[in-house]
């Protein structure tokens, strides 16, 4: 059962998600063990997640390089801020709820499935935006996502990153469900 949220503390942290979106995230997270987000940047959505997940969080995210469009030309966001991730996460951080891994999320693979034996409940995908990564970071979400669990991502649809479309698509079809710009669907 969906315990009841509140996203008040998340809504405070810098970000781009709708509090609809962040809602469905807390709903999600207070029935997940473990819960794995590929694409952190301040911690908006990590927030939801952990103040709701009654055990651990993994933020994975490299924190630096550039972000990149899928035509390869620089986006204008800010990476390097992963000193504004610890601080809006350092309840999380120093109780050990939430465990920040800086690297890529397909980079991350091996070190997760040893931290999560039993895999994740909720896999959420905000990291990069090209197609060819999406697809990646969806592989990658299958192999750590138990049975019956979520696989997740954010930007669905969104006119900037259409290779979030794009590779959901590929991978789902019209297996998906919605939430505005959020996609999941049950593995």
């Given at each position: 059962?969906?315990?009841?949220?509140?996203?008040?503390?998340?809504?405070?942290?810098?970000?781009?998600?709708?509090?609809?979106?962040?809602?469905?995230?807390?709903?999600?997270?207070?029935?997940?063990?473990?819960?794995?987000?590929?694409?952190?940047?301040?911690?908006?959505?990590?927030?939801?997640?952990?103040?709701?997940?009654?055990?651990?969080?993994?933020?994975?995210?490299?924190?630096?390089?550039?972000?990149?469009?899928?035509?390869?030309?620089?986006?204008?966001?800010?990476?390097?801020?992963?000193?504004?991730?610890?601080?809006?996460l350092a309840d999380h951080i120093a109780r050990g709820r939430v465990v920040?891994?800086?690297?890529?999320?397909?980079?991350?693979?091996?070190?997760?499935?040893?931290?999560?034996?039993?895999?994740?409940?909720?896999?959420?995908?905000?990291?990069?935006?090209?197609?060819?990564?999406?697809?990646?970071?969806?592989?990658?979400?299958?192999?750590?996502?138990?049975?019956?669990?979520?696989?997740?991502?954010?930007?669905?649809?969104?006119?900037?990153?259409?290779?979030v479309k794009r590779a959901v698509d590929a991978w789902f079809g019209a297996?998906?469900?919605?939430?505005?710009?959020?996609?999941?669907?049950?593995?």
């Open positions: 059962m969906i315990a009841a949220v509140d996203i008040a503390r998340a809504l405070a942290v810098p970000g781009f998600m709708h509090r609809d979106e962040l809602q469905w995230l807390a709903e999600r997270a207070s029935v997940a063990a473990t819960v794995i987000e590929a694409g952190c940047w301040q911690g908006r959505s990590t927030r939801a997640l952990a103040d709701h997940c009654p055990g651990t969080v993994y933020a994975v995210d490299p924190w630096a390089g550039p972000y990149l469009c899928e035509d390869g030309s620089r986006h204008p966001i800010r990476t390097e801020v992963y000193e504004q991730f610890a601080e809006h920040p891994i800086r690297k890529a999320f397909s980079d991350s693979r091996a070190d997760l499935v040893g931290r999560c034996p039993n895999r994740a409940d909720l896999v959420f995908i905000d990291g990069d935006h090209r197609f060819a990564t999406v697809a990646a970071d969806i592989d990658t979400a299958i192999a750590l996502v138990r049975p019956g669990g979520i696989i997740a991502g954010h930007d669905y649809g969104h006119r900037d990153w259409p290779g297996s998906i469900e919605r939430c505005r710009s959020i996609w999941w669907t049950t593995i």
